[in-house]
C-alpha cells in the first residue's frame, strides 16, 4: 500500500503560558493524498492554525513546542529538521494561505515582485524570467489584466484579489501541498465561490492536496473529500464527507451541523428555534480527566467524565472519540 | 417606571470603591512605589531639609571649589563659595514647583485644545490645529524670552512662559488619540444611550485616551525643569531665587575645576524626572483594568 | 418630550447617505454614494433583514437611522416621530426608542467601564427611575441575556465573546426601546455561540414585542431570523420580499447569484460545478455607472442596462425587484 502524500502521527503541541501548561495539540493525526482535499472544522481555539503551522514548522518556539509526533512528507520526516532544510520546504513543496489577506501582503512592494521573489528564494532565475512567471501566476489564479496587476501595491486591490495574490505566491513553486487558513472569512460570499472555484481546480488539475481550514460546514460538505472535526486541541471525529456529514457519530460533529441555519431553497413558514451547544469552548489550561467536550455534551454518561474517549473505527475509516458513539456502533 | 424589580432582591455585588481598588494595584507594583519613595526622599530634602541645615544658600561660607565631603560641606562649595547643599534644598523647591506646575498648565492647555479638536473635527479642529501649530514653530526659548522680557523675570512669569510654550505636544497626542477612540463602536453605543458631548469627551473618551498623556506629562515635568534651567543659565529667570537649573548655569564656566557643582543638581533632576515617571507608569496600570484583575 | 406613539413601525423614505464632496486643496472631492435612495418599512415586532456585499451601505443605512452618521436627504419614521429630523435635546431624549447593537464585540464596550456600569450608562444619562431602581434593572437585564447578575462587577476583557454580545443586548434593551438595529449582531461569533445568540433574540422579540432591522451578509442567519428581507448592491435595494419568496423565487440576478454562491451542508461536489457564477468584484460607489450597477457583474447582461438605472418595481405582491429583465415574466437564469 503507499502512504498518503502527508501524514501527521500523533502531533503534541504545548504552550508554556502564565495560567500554566496549555496542550494546545493533543495527539492529533492526519493525513492527505494527491488530489484530494482534507477539511479542518471547529469552534475559533480549537487548533486549527496551531495544527497548520506545525505542519509548516512555524510553531512559535519559546512559548510554544512541539513535544512529540512525526510529519511525514512524502515518507520523509519533518518534525525536528533544521531551518534551513524547513525554509527550502516551505513554499517548495507546501504552500500556505493566512485568514488575513491584507497583513500578509508586504505593502510596500508591488504584487509582482512579491510572487517573483518567493519563486527566486527556493530557484535560480533571473529575475526577468522570475517576473514573467510572476505574470503568468497572476493569470492562472484568474486576475484579469495580470501585466498591469503586477506592478500594483497590496492596498490598490480589492480583499478578492489580495487572496488571489497570496494563492499565486503560494503556488509560485507548485507545492505539492496548499494549507488554506479559512482563506475567505474576510471575503464576500460571491468572491468566497471564485476562491472556493479556483482551490477545487488546482485539486483537480494539478492534483496538489489541499487542507482547507475554515469553520463553515457548507464549504466542508462542498469542497472538502475527507474532514477532521477539532475540539480543544483533539481531532473528535474524522472520514469521509459524505458519511461524517450525513451520519455524524459525535455529539460536537452533530451540534455543529445543527446549530448553524441552514441557507434553503424552500424555508418553512413556522421558524423553529435553533439547536444549541450550551456553554463555551473550555481554557486548554484546565481540561479535566475526561472528554473535553463533557461539560457542554447533551448526551454524556458517567464515563464521559472520568475518562478521555479515543478515536476509534466504526465502519469505513470513519474514526470517534466518543464514549456515548463506540457504545451505540458496538465495537 | 413601573416594572422595576424591588431594589431589595437585587444580589449585591462586591465592588471595591475605585480609588481604592487603584490605590491597592499602584502599591503591588514595586516600581511605582519605589518611584513614589524616591519622591518623597526629594520632597523631604528640599522642604523639611531647609529648617534641619540653615545656611543662606546665597552667603558665601568658605573657600570656593572645596570638595564635596570636605570641610564638613556635604556637596562643597561653588565658584563663590556658597554652600552647594543649602543651595540644593532651595533650589530643588523653585524647580520642583516649576516643573509640577508648568506640567499642569500645558496639559491643561493641551488637553483641552486637543480634546476639541479631535472631538469635534470640522472646522473647529482645523482652527484649534493651526493655532497649535503656530505656538509649535515658534523658536521656544525665543517665544519664553519675550514673554519673560515682557512681564519681568518672576517665578510666575517664568512659569506661564514655560507652560505656554510646551503644550502643544500634549494636544497633538490627545486630538490623535481621540480621532482614533472617536471611532470606537462603544462611542457610538454611549451616544445612542443619549451621552451628552461633555459626557463622552471627559467620561468615554478621555479616560481611554490618558496613557500617552500621562507618558506626555513625565516628559513635560523633565523638561520644564531643563527649560527653567536653559533660562536662568541665560539670565532671564527669577535672579533672586536659586533653582537647581541656576545652579547648573552659574557653575557652568567651571565645569572643568568643580564638576560636581554641576552634576549634583543634574543627577539631582534625573531623579525627580525618574520617580516621577515610574509614578506615572504605575498610575498608567493602575488605571488599566486589563491588568487590574487577574 | 417627542414620545414614539402609534404602531411604532419603522418607516424609511428614499434615505440618502453621501459622503465627502466640496472641494479641497486639491480639487473636488469624491463623493461616495454609500446609500442612495433606500426605501422600506417595518411592521411592530417583526424583523427586517438586509444582506448584501461589504461596501453595499448596509451599515450606513443603519447609522444613519440611527441617527449616527449625517443623513443627506429622506425620511425616517419610527411610530409618528420623524427621527431623521430630530435635532440636539429632542434627539437625544427620543434615543430611548431607537438602539443599536454593534457586529465587534470588542470594540463595541468601553474597556475602562464595568459591566454593570455599561449598561446603566443609558438609564443614568436619561435619568430612568431612582438610583436603587436602575441598580435593579440592570440586574434583571443581566439575567434576561442570559448573564449572572454578579457578574456586573467585571469588566469587557473578562467576558467572551458572546457574552459580550449578550451584555451589547443588554445596553440595548435597558432603555426599553420599541426598534433595535443589529448590524451583524453574530458574525464575529462561532457557530455555537451564534445559534444561542439568535435563539435569545428571537425569545426577546417575542417577549418584548421589539422591531428589529437585522443585518448581515450570512443568508442562513437571515433566512432564519427575519420575516421581510432586502437585498442591498451599492447603496441601493435591488429586491426586496418576504422570507420564504426571496429563497424560493428569487428575481434579480445579483440575489440568484448569492444564493448560489453560498455553499450548504445539503450540497456537495457535483452541485458546485453546476453553479452560476459571477465575475470580478462590485465598483467603487465612487465613481458610479450610469446604468444598473450591477451590469458590469451580471451574467445575463443586455445592452440596455448599460444606459438605464432600473427603479425598484412591484414583481407579485410584496416582492419588489430592481431589474430590467424583470419586465419579462419568463426571464430564468440558466440552471439554478
Ligand atoms: N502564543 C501563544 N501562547 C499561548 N497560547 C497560544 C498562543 N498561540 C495560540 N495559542 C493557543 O492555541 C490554541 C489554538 O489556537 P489556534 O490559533 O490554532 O486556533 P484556531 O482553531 O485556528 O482558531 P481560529 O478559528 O480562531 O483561527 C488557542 O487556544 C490559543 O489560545
Ligand atoms: N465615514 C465614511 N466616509 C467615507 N466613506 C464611507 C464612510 N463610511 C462608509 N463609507 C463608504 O460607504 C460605503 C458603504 O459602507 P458600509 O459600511 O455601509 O458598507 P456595509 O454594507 O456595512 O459593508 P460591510 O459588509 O463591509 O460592513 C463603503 O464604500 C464605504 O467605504
Ligand atoms: S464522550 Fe461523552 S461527553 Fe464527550 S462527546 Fe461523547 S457523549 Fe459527549
Ligand atoms: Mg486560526
Ligand atoms: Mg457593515
Known amino acids: ?331 | 417606571m413601573a416594572e422595576l424589580n424591588d431594589p431589595s432582591e437585587i444580589p449585591t455585588v462586591k465592588v471595591m470603591h475605585p480609588a481604592r481598588e487603584m490605590l491597592g494595584m499602584f502599591f503591588q507594583n514595586y516600581n511605582a512605589v519605589f518611584g513614589l519613595i524616591l519622591l518623597v526622599v526629594i520632597l523631604l530634602f528640599t522642604f523639611v531639609g531647609p529648617y534641619l541645615h540653615t545656611v543662606d544658600p546665597f552667603e558665601m561660607v568658605w573657600a570656593p571649589f572645596t570638595r564635596p565631603g570636605e570641610e564638613g560641606y556635604l556637596f562643597g562649595t561653588d565658584y563663590l563659595g556658597r554652600d552647594i547643599l543649602s543651595a540644593m534644598m532651595a533650589g530643588g523647591q523653585i524647580s520642583m514647583a516649576i516643573g509640577l506646575a508648568a506640567a499642569v498648565i500645558s496639559l491643561v492647555i493641551g488637553v483641552t485644545v486637543g480634546a476639541f479638536a479631535g472631538y469635534y473635527g470640522g472646522w473647529i479642529e482645523e482652527a484649534l490645529m493651526r493655532f497649535t501649530e503656530f505656538f509649535q514653530v515658534l523658536p521656544t526659548l525665543l517665544f519664553s524670552m519675550v514673554i519673560v522680557a515682557l512681564f519681568g523675570a518672576s517665578l510666575l512669569t517664568v512659569t506661564f512662559a514655560i507652560g505656554v510654550v510646551s503644550w502643544t505636544a500634549v494636544a497633538r497626542v490627545t486630538r490623535s488619540e481621540f480621532l482614533r477612540i472617536r471611532e470606537m463602536e462603544y462611542v457610538a453605543a454611549a451616544r445612542s444611550g443619549s451621552a451628552t458631548d461633555r459626557y463622552l469627551i471627559f467620561r468615554v473618551i478621555l479616560p481611554n485616551a490618558l496613557p500617552p498623556i500621562i507618558v506626555q506629562a513625565n516628559l513635560m515635568v523633565g523638561s520644564a525643569i531643563l527649560f527653567e534651567a536653559a533660562l536662568s543659565f541665560l539670565g532671564l529667570s527669577d535672579p533672586n531665587v536659586m533653582s537647581w537649573g541656576q545652579i547648573i548655569g552659574s557653575n557652568r564656566e567651571y565645569i572643568l575645576d568643580a564638576g560636581y557643582a554641576v552634576a549634583i543638581p543634574g543627577i539631582a533632576i534625573f531623579l525627580t524626572v525618574l520617580a516621577i515617571s515610574l509614578i506615572g507608569d504605575g498610575l498608567n496600570d493602575a488605571l488599566n483594568p486589563k491588568l487590574r484583575q487577574r | 418630550m417627542s414620545g414614539v406613539t402609534g404602531d411604532n413601525a419603522l418607516n424609511v423614505e428614499n434615505l440618502k447617505v453621501h459622503f465627502g464632496g466640496g472641494t479641497s486643496l486639491f480639487g473636488a472631492k469624491p463623493v461616495v454614494h454609500a446609500v442612495d435612495g433606500v426605501s422600506f418599512s417595518v411592521p411592530a415586532g417583526k424583523t427586517f433583514g438586509i444582506v448584501g456585499e461589504s461596501g453595499s451601505g448596509k451599515t450606513t443605512t443603519a447609522l444613519a437611522i440611527m441617527r449616527l452618521v449625517h443623513v443627506t436627504a429622506g425620511r425616517v419614521m419610527l411610530g409618528d416621530t420623524v427621527i431623521s429630523e430630530l435635532q440636539g435635546e429632542d434627539l437625544r431624549v427620543a434615543r430611548r426608542h431607537f438602539q443599536i447593537v454593534f457586529q465587534d464585540p470588542y470594540s463595541s464596550l468601553d474597556p475602562r467601564k464595568r459591566a454593570g456600569e455599561i449598561v446603566r450608562e443609558p438609564l443614568d444619562l436619561m435619568q430612568i427611575g431612582t438610583l436603587d431602581e436602575r441598580d435593579a434593572k440592570v440586574a434583571k437585564l443581566f439575567e434576561q441575556v442570559g448573564l449572572r447578575p454578579e457578574q456586573r462587577a467585571l469588566f469587557p476583557h473578562q467576558f467572551s465573546g458572546g457574552q459580550r454580545q449578550r451584555l451589547g443586548l443588554a445596553r440595548a434593551l435597558s432603555t426599553e426601546p420599541s426598534l433595535i438595529v443589529c448590524d451583524e449582531p453574530v458574525s464575529a461569533l462561532d457557530v455555537a455561540i451564534q445559534a444561542q445568540i439568535l435563539n435569545l433574540m428571537t425569545r426577546l422579540q417575542r417577549d418584548l414585542r421589539l422591531t428589529y432591522l437585522f443585518i448581515s451578509h450570512d443568508l442562513g442567519v437571515v433566512q432564519h431570523i427575519c420575516d421581510e428581507i432586502a437585498v442591498m448592491y451599492l447603496g441601493q435595494i435591488v429586491e426586496q420580499a418576504d422570507r420564504v419568496t426571496l429563497f424560493k423565487n428569487p428575481q434579480h440576478p445579483y440575489t440568484k447569484a448569492l444564493l448560489a454562491a453560498v455553499p450548504t451542508v445539503h450540497g456537495n461536489k457535483r452541485d458546485r460545478r453546476n453553479r452560476v457564477r459571477v465575475k470580478g468584484d462590485p465598483p467603487s460607489p465612487i465613481n458610479l455607472p450610469k446604468g444598473c450597477r450591477f451590469a458590469s457583474r451580471c451574467p445575463v447582461v443586455e445592452a440596455r442596462c448599460h444606459e438605464t438605472l432600473p427603479s425598484l418595481k412591484e414583481h407579485s405582491a410584496g416582492h419588489k425587484v430592481a431589474c430590467l429583465l424583470n419586465e419579462n415574466p419568463d426571464y430564468q437564469l440558466s440552471d439554478n
Open chain 1, 1 to 331: 500500500m503507499t502512504h498518503p502524500l502527508l501524514s501527521i502521527e500523533d502531533i503534541i503541541v504545548d504552550f508554556e503560558t502564565r495560567a500554566g501548561k496549555a496542550r494546545v495539540l493533543d495527539d492529533v493525526s492526519l493525513e492527505v493524498n494527491s488530489g484530494e482535499i482534507l477539511g479542518i472544522v471547529g469552534e475559533s481555539g480549537c487548533g486549527k492554525s496551531m495544527t497548520a503551522l506545525s505542519i509548516m514548522g512555524l510553531v512559535p518556539d519559546p512559548p510554544g513546542k512541539v513535544t512529540s509526533g512525526s510529519i511525514k512528507l512524502d515518507g520523509r520526516e519533518l518534525v525536528g529538521l533544521d531551518h534551513e532544510s524547513l525554509r527550502q520546504i516551505r513554499g517548495k513543496d507546501i504552500g500556505m494561505i493566512f485568514q488575513e489577506p491584507m497583513t500578509s501582503l508586504n505593502p510596500v512592494f508591488t504584487v509582482g515582485e512579491q510572487i517573483a521573489e518567493s519563486i527566486r528564494l527556493h530557484e535560480k532565475a533571473s529575475t526577468k524570467a522570475a517576473m514573467a512567471r510572476a505574470v503568468e501566476m497572476l493569470r492562472s489564479v484568474e486576475i484579469p489584466e495580470p501585466e498591469m496587476r503586477a506592478k500594483a501595491y497590496p492596498h490598490q486591490l480589492s480583499g478578492g484579489m489580495r487572496q488571489r495574490v497570496m494563492i499565486a505566491i503560494a503556488l509560485a513553486c507548485r507545492p505539492r501541498v496548499l494549507i488554506a487558513d479559512e482563506p475567505t472569512t474576510a471575503l464576500d460570499a460571491t468572491v468566497q465561490a471564485q476562491i472556493f472555484d479556483l482551490l477545487q481546480d488546482l485539486q483537480s488539475e494539478m492534483g496538489t492536496a489541499i487542507i482547507l481550514i475554515t469553520h463553515d460546514m457548507g464549504a466542508i460538505a462542498e469542497l472538502a473529500d475527507t474532514v477532521a472535526v477539532m475540539y480543544a486541541g483533539c481531532v473528535v471525529e474524522k472520514g469521509k464527507v459524505e458519511t461524517v456529514l450525513s451520519a455524524p457519530e459525535h455529539p460536537y460533529t452533530k451540534g455543529l451541523i445543527t446549530c448553524v441555519p441552514h441557507l434553503l431553497p424552500d424555508p418553512p413558514k413556522v421558524r423553529e428555534s435553533l439547536q444549541e451547544i450550551s456553554g463555551v469552548v473550555p481554557a486548554l489550561t484546565d481540561l479535566g480527566k475526561g472528554c473535553a467536550f463533557a461539560p457542554r455534551c447533551s448526551e454524556k454518561i458517567d464515563r464521559c467524565e472520568a475518562a478521555k474517549p479515543e478515536l476509534r473505527t466504526s465502519i469505513d475509516a470513519h474514526l470517534t472519540a466518543c464514549w456515548v458513539a463506540e457504545k451505540e456502533t458496538g465495537v
